[in-house]
């Protein structure tokens, strides 16, 4: 149910931003407040007996794990959708859609176990999103305050849980009251004319709860990084391409002088005459893929060293002897371990199951399905590192990195177009899978690890999370589809959902499977200098800067995400978020630590869910869109 919620949460929130973020913290608050009171009065068969932080960390890692592939369905798919190579809506391809979720469902699970032992033992990486939840747990349960404690926790979140659901659905029937605040639109109305340029660039104001709790979950250096990328773009660069006449828009409403779309994607001569948006995806994709192997190279040590682990377990197992010097030291008793032959028969299953699927479904040859499967184990290892090292799992740059390798596998086939653009993006989705999974997944044997859980009963609660998510995520998609078919069409001129993930798949599939690059040589330079100011950048915070003023260096993976996204919204509400935490924190340092990832967690859970409602009653026909007011919005038109 945990699961379900997160799911929800996991695709209204990728198709807004491309972020998605795990149920940990939510799982562990609304896990102890479910099955806390049941343990006392239900009997054994219905959840009764003891629960303890061991416990709810089995719980918590089940929603995790049913929560955890929403971001299938806010990337690549969307971008096939686009590109015509499926059907015409995802719902005729509800058996292919859950298919290919099952071949991405496990890997990730089978990865993280022998990544276990050098990323958690070893190496000890922070992971804060585990520590976090970790801290919650044992504060839950531990301590002669803990059910004071647990108590205030658990009220907090669901208010601030169902304080989130009701703005979402309500404010769909008044948008430009209680959701959308144009600000410069209004100001244009009073007088100022020229304040309609901020407005027509995407500069309004929103009260998004998730967004804001994502601001105070991710802190100061994501967030600011973020609403700079986005400044960069769409009040810097933006304009400047447009008045060198580099870049085209469109009059958005004639009765509103100077009013432009800039965000338009269907374009006659995209490299002549391209939008602002489509000029400004290269440069934020080249950045994205930039920062992210960097990371990685500058982190090669260590990188290394887990893939000699890792390979080293299964040498151990099929040397002569049998027997191989292991430096790690595992406490956990061996009754509680995850045996060899469990992990390695999930990774065998998955394999033989997705070659099937692949071939049978989609055409794919078994040798190119196999070479997207080694892929998926090497590219884990960068998902675990960054998730461990920053909280930030760059699925979004491993998955391009493997559309670029596959394009050019296609490319040397001589494959058609459209069956090269179908390769590099299903084979792409394969590895975002499992980096997704193994990052999410090694997270909460992070939590396991300091609760001194069982890794194993995480382990079986993991596969049964992941079991739900196979239908979940792609049932919610279909949902989300049906009400927005915006999402898969670019011919609507806006959309409710962003999705500057698809965008940036979109972007990579048709770049490595054209005869020529679709790119505009201004954009292309830009693209290369930004990419290489973001490689100068991250190997400086490496070489050059003291790791305590870490956090004063740029993300350009943030920057990057503002250049794909079309709109300001979501980076002001962060940085209004990360703000707000930051002087919680230093003023009211204990408060802080009660409330906050409480109030966070709530926030975005709520609003995710709040948009399942508001799809389901747009299908239903009683949305704001038919039963709602205009009343500020631009020109009087539905802007919800």
């Known amino acids: 149910m945990l699961g379900a919620i997160i799911a929800a949460s996991n695709i209204y929130l990728g198709l807004k931003t491309g972020w998605t973020f795990g149920a940990s913290l939510f799982g562990s608050i609304i896990g102890f407040a479910i099955l806390k009171p049941l343990s006392r009065s239900a009997p054994t068969f219905l959840g009764g007996g003891y629960f303890g932080p061991k416990e709810n960390n089995v719980c918590q890692s089940a929603a995790t794990s049913a929560g955890s ?50 990323y958690i033992l070893k190496l000890k990486l922070v992971f804060p999103s585990g520590v976090a939840a970790a801290y919650t747990i044992q504060s839950l349960h531990v301590g002669k305050n803990a059910e004071v404690i647990a108590r205030k926790k658990t009220k907090t979140l669901m208010y601030a849980f169902i304080v989130a659901i009701f703005l979402r659905v309500v404010s769909e029937y008044a948008p430009g009251l209680l959701w959308d605040w144009h600000v410069f639109y209004a100001l244009n109305r009073v007088g100022w004319s020229s304040a309609i340029a901020a407005e027509s660039w995407g500069w309004i104001w929103e009260w998004t709860p998730a967004f804001i709790g994502v601001g105070m979950l991710t802190g100061i250096n994501a967030s600011y990084s973020f609403l700079g990328g986005s400044f960069l ?331 794909i996204m079309n709109v300001c919204t979501y980076p002001l509400a962060m940085f209004f978020g990360s703000t707000l935490a930051f002087f919680w924190r230093r003023m009211f340092f204990n408060n802080y630590q009660m409330y906050c990832f409480a109030v966070a967690a709530g926030f975005i859970a709520g609003e995710g869910l709040g948009g399942i409602v508001n799809a389901i009653f747009t299908i239903s026909g009683i949305s704001g869109a038919t039963y709602g007011t205009s009343v500020g919005c631009p020109g009087q038109v539905y802007c919800g």
Request: proline share 6%.
């Open 233 to 563: 773009a769409w009040a810097v660069l933006g304009p400047t391409i447009v008045a060198k006449g580099i870049a085209f828009g469109t009059v958005e409403n004639s009765s509103i002088p100077g009013y432009m779309n800039y965000m338009g994607m269907t374009l006659q001569n995209p490299i002549q005459e391209p939008s602002p948006r489509y000029w400004l995806i290269w440069p934020g994709t080249l950045m994205l893929l930039c920062a992210s192997f960097t990371e990685v190279a500058c982190n090669w040590r260590s990188l290394y060293a887990a893939m000699r682990s890792a390979c080293g377990m299964f040498l151990q197992r099929f040397s002569k002897d049998g027997v191989l010097v292991d430096d790690i030291v595992d406490t956990v008793p061996e009754h509680e371990r995850v045996p060899f032959w469990a992990w390695s028969s999930v990774l065998v299953l998955s394999t033989i199951l997705t070659c099937v699927i692949m071939g049978v479904q989609f055409g794919q040859n078994v040798g190119v399905t196999l070479l997207a499967i080694l892929f998926s184990f090497l590219f884990s290892f960068i998902g675990c590192e960054s998730s461990g090292r920053t909280n930030i799992n760059p699925v979004t740059s491993i998955g391009n990195a493997s559309q670029l390798i596959f394009g050019g596998l296609g490319r040397g086939q001589n494959y058609a177009v459209k069956r090269g653009e179908l390769l590099n993006l299903l084979s792409g989705l394969l590895t975002l899978g499992a980096a997704e999974q193994a990052g999410d997944m090694i997270g909460d044997l992070k939590t396991t690890h300091l609760l001194r859980a069982s890794p194993r009963a995480v382990f079986v609660a993991q596969l049964c999370g992941a079991v739900v998510s196979i239908f979940m995520a792609s049932g919610l998609y279909v949902v989300f589809s049906t009400a927005y078919p915006c999402i898969n069409d670019l011919s609507y001129p806006r959309c409710t959902f962003p999705t500057p993930d698809v965008q940036s798949w979109r972007a990579v599939a048709v770049a490595v499977s054209s005869s020529t690059l679709p790119i505009p040589p201004s954009s292309g330079y830009a693209a290369i200098v930004l990419g290489l100011v973001a490689v100068i950048s991250v190997v400086a915070k490496y070489t050059v800067v003291p790791p305590k003023y870490h956090d004063f260096v740029p993300n350009f993976n943030a920057i990057g995400i503002g250049f």
């Open 69 to 118: 592939l929403g971001l299938l369905f806010t990337s690549g798919f969307p971008a096939a959708y686009q590109l015509g190579l499926l059907s015409v809506h995802p719902k005729d391809d509800i058996g292919r859609l859950i298919t290919f979720t099952i071949c991405c469902a496990f890997f990730g699970l089978s990865f993280t176990q022998p990544l276990r032992k050098f």
